[in-house]
T-cell receptor
């Protein structure tokens, strides 16, 4: 596709259930980011993938959060045993990964609501 | 530490200029950015400025950078209803990270 796509656009889940959020980056972009956007908060960095390098997981808030990127393209963010504080919009972004000006192209996000 | 701060709300009359202010903390940031988020959409890069510049103008947008005070501003001339959105300031951290502010919600009233 022309842009970054994410699915689902909305997800409502019960506390304690696991969820998987998907991101399809722009074709050819080697860098992929996951962010969390909570109401009134800035974007919180979660994880960064670049090519075949080990991901930067420094932003993951707990071990209930994990992400993978298969074949250097599609990425899945998994949240296990969801809690109400996990409710937020999860944004994915990709970039060409070139050093210097690294414009990030964002997807529309997945709005997660934990009841 | 990484901390970008900006005011949360701005209301402006159509046709007037809007000025959104931001302060950042990392003096080694190479680039500073303004992103725009419209309802239900992801963030879109609006403009950026390299850290060795003081000003950048792009059509109706003017970015001012005061590196000494770590202050960044975005001026939108002749604000239109389509400019209503959330505007995020961001600074580059290291080689690949961006640190974002909480966003300023701009409301344009007729």
């Amino acid at each position: 596709g022309a842009g970054v796509s994410q699915s689902p656009s909305n997800k409502v889940t019960e506390k304690g259930k696991d969820v998987e959020l998907r991101c399809d980056p722009i074709s050819g972009h080697t860098a992929l980011y996951w962010y969390r956007q909570s109401l009134g908060q800035g974007l919180e960095f979660l994880i960064y993938f670049q090519g075949n390098s080990a991901p930067d997981k420094s932003g993951l808030p707990s071990d209930r959060f994990s992400a993978e990127r298969t074949g250097g393209s599609v990425s899945t963010l998994t949240i296990q045993r969801t809690q109400q504080e996990d409710s937020a919009v999860y944004l994915c972004a990709s970039s060409s990964g070139l050093a210097g000006l690294y414009e990030q192209y964002f997807g529309p996000g997945t709005r997660l609501t934990v009841t | 530490g990484e901390d970008v701060e900006q005011s949360l709300f701005l209301s402006v009359r159509e046709g007037d200029s809007s000025v959104i202010n931001c302060t950042y903390t990392d003096s080694s940031s190479t680039y500073l950015y303004w992103y725009k988020q419209e309802p239900g959409a992801g963030l879109q890069l609006l403009t950026y400025i390299f850290s060795n510049m003081d000003m950048k103008q792009d059509q109706r947008l003017t970015v001012l950078l005061n590196k000494k005070d770590k202050h960044l501003s975005l001026r939108i001339a002749d604000t239109q209803t389509g400019d209503s959105a959330i505007y995020f300031c961001a600074e580059s951290i290291g080689d690949y990270k961006l640190s974002f502010g909480a966003g300023t919600t701009v409301t344009v009233r007729a």
